[in-house]
């Protein structure tokens, strides 16, 4: 579990566009009911961030969108499932760890990942991690050099 968080974190940099009107619309109704939590990383505090992390310049937006909340975790999963149906998102990976399941779906446009939902189920929580970008193949192949480093 430990090495799938690591390569979110170094799936983070990498992504640029606006986020799904699926994502928008869950993000609205799930922290109006005061249900979940919402962290929304605009490309401008990603350029503050930035520091020398290879890949941000891609970014425009990444939200995540948290839940402890039995009714909101099942409504984020299905939501999720059916805006990736919807988009006709590539499911890259799934991992079965424990009591966690972990879903990665992209969107592919020209050799660039432009979207990527990756969802996080918990037996207590789930987490939804939206990326949008344009993330050049050099820089995915890179990722995978460090993701393959890790193992």
Same mark, same amino acid.
Do not use: C, W
């Given at each position: 579990?430990?090495?799938?968080?690591?390569?979110?974190?170094?799936?983070?940099?990498?992504?640029?566009?606006?986020?799904?009107?699926?994502?928008? *619309? +869950?993000?609205?109704?799930? @922290?109006?009911? %005061?249900?979940? &939590? =919402?962290?929304? !990383?605009?490309? #401008?505090?990603?350029?503050?961030?930035?520091?020398?992390?290879?890949?941000?310049?891609?970014?425009?937006?990444?939200?995540?969108?948290?839940?402890?909340?039995?009714?909101?975790?099942?409504?984020?999963?299905?939501?999720?499932?059916?805006?990736?149906?919807?988009? *006709? +998102?590539?499911?890259?990976? @799934?991992?079965? %760890?424990?009591? &966690? =399941?972990?879903? !990665?779906?992209? #969107?592919?446009?020209?050799?660039?990942?432009?979207?990527?939902?990756?969802?996080?189920?918990?037996?207590?929580?789930?987490?939804?991690?939206?990326?949008?970008?344009?993330?050049?193949?050099?820089?995915?192949?890179?990722?995978?050099?460090?993701?393959?480093?890790?193992?």
């Amino acid at each position: 579990m430990k090495r799938f968080l690591l390569l979110i974190m170094l799936l983070l940099p990498m992504s640029a566009m606006a986020t799904l009107p699926e994502v928008e *619309k +869950m993000t609205e109704k799930y @922290t109006s009911k %005061e249900q979940a &939590s =919402v962290v929304n !990383i605009s490309k #401008q505090m990603l350029k503050m961030m930035g520091g020398g992390i290879d890949g941000l310049q891609y970014i425009d937006t990444i939200v995540m969108l948290s839940s402890d909340n039995k009714s909101a975790m099942k409504g984020i999963a299905k939501r999720t499932k059916k805006a990736a149906k919807k988009h *006709k +998102m590539e499911n890259l990976a @799934t991992l079965n %760890e424990g009591n &966690s =399941v972990i879903s !990665i779906n992209t #969107q592919i446009s020209d050799n660039k990942i432009t979207e990527a939902l990756v969802l996080v189920t918990e037996k207590n929580k789930t987490t939804l991690i939206n990326l949008s970008g344009k993330i050049p193949q050099e820089v995915v192949d890179s990722l995978i050099g460090v993701i393959s480093k890790i193992n």
